[in-house]
């Protein structure tokens, strides 16, 4: 147990120091190159007007790249034979997402070549191995029977491509992503090392690589922010969705912390569509925007954001019934549910009373 204190101190300590000391320099790269925010369409707030550079997924890559593999090299348990296969997916793949989310950040990519390179990226975890084979059956606990392999591919892919775009949707607020990855990544950690029997060492250090790079970019990126993650919000979606895989399928955990921010793409697909708009085209519908508008400081509205998906995620550590585990989840759908009733209700009222 020593041995893999050690581990878990070392790896969260490079990932943290790492993406601490190379976030200024990413910042000063994007202020060099002229990689930096503006205002316009939906992005209205304080730091795309100031121009703050947006190439901290350079950071984001570099930080949890290295730490991951410095954590090869140490002396813990590997009981998973498939574990070098699976990171190799895990590096090829995060690596394809971060390129595309980099040429997105230089000449503004549209929709559909985004949508290519999630793909990309989907594909290769899935080729590697990590992909959702079964899940927890809620009313009875066991597990369910491997599914077929179409079935496998299509859900896994629907995860993955799914996480990355709600991570990168929610990248509105200044520090609001990646605080939200770091209590994410934290959830996964304590679930994997402590609560799964026997503990999953090896995959726990995958989630301290994420939680030290997301709080050392954090410390940058919280409001006022000096640099925006830019395209690395979707480098960051697809370490949530994969991780949330390896080591065996977590979809409790972070449904239960991610619920807020899936609900919302959910909402805001659902809403583009009904009025015939691509559910792809960026607007300030999603939760986030509408509180900033309705006069919430963008503080106020992460730390909101913050407890909300920690309460929910200490839930899943606290609960060891899977059943009861269900009924938090519908509760906490049914509540976002009704949250989005009340905003939707009070925009209404708002558009009536100015026209």
């Known amino acids: 147990m020593v041995a893999a204190w050690s581990a878990y101190i070392l790896v969260f300590a490079l990932a943290l120091s790492l993406t601490l000391a190379l976030t200024p320099l990413a910042a000063y790269l994007g202020k060099r190159y002229k990689i930096v925010a503006f205002a ?19 950071a984001l890559f570099v930080g949890f790249t290295a730490a991951v593999l410095a954590a090869q090299f140490l002396p813990v348990p590997r ?48 080729l590697f191995q990590i992909f959702i084979e079964y899940v927890n059956n809620p009313l009875s606990g066991q597990q369910t029977d491997p599914w077929p392999y179409v079935v496998t591919v299509a859900l896994s892919f629907f995860w993955i491509v799914g996480m990355m775009n709600t991570v990168n949707w929610l990248d509105g607020l200044d520090g609001l992503a990646s605080g939200v990855a770091f209590i994410a990544g934290t959830m996964l950690f304590i679930n994997s090392a402590f609560r799964v029997q026997p503990n999953q060492v090896s995959v726990s250090l995958l989630h301290l690589a994420l939680m030290g790079t997301a709080l050392g970019f954090l410390l940058y990126n919280f409001y006022p922010a000096r640099v925006f993650m830019g395209g690395g919000a979707m480098y ?120």
Request: proline share 3%.
């Open 40 to 58: 316009g369409g939906r992005r209205l707030n304080e730091g795309d007007r100031r121009g703050v550079p947006k190439l901290g997924g350079l």
């Open 79 to 126: 009981m998973d034979p498939y574990e070098i296969i699976r990171l190799i997916g895990l590096l090829l793949g995060s690596t394809i997402v971060f390129l595309v989310g980099l040429v997105d950040d230089i000449v503004q990519l549209g929709s559909f070549p985004q949508f290519i390179g999630q793909f990309l990226g989907a594909a290769v975890a899935i």
């Open 236 to 355: 960051l979606g697809y370490l949530l969705g994969t991780l949330s895989i390896i080591g065996g399928a977590k979809m409790a955990t972070i449904l239960l912390v991610m619920g807020l921010p899936l609900m919302d793409v959910a909402w805001q697909i659902v809403n583009r569509m009904r009025q015939g708009r691509s559910p792809f085209e960026g607007d300030r519908g999603h939760v986030h925007f509408r509180l900033l508008d309705m006069g919430f400081s963008q503080r106020q509205i992460v730390i909101v954001y913050y407890l909300f998906c920690a309460f929910f995620g200490v839930l899943t550590l606290v609960i060891e019934s899977q059943f009861f585990k269900f009924i938090a989840l519908g509760v906490m759908l049914a509540l976002v549910a009704l949250g989005f009733i009340i905003l939707s209700r009070s925009r209404q009222t708002d558009s009536s009373a100015s026209s």
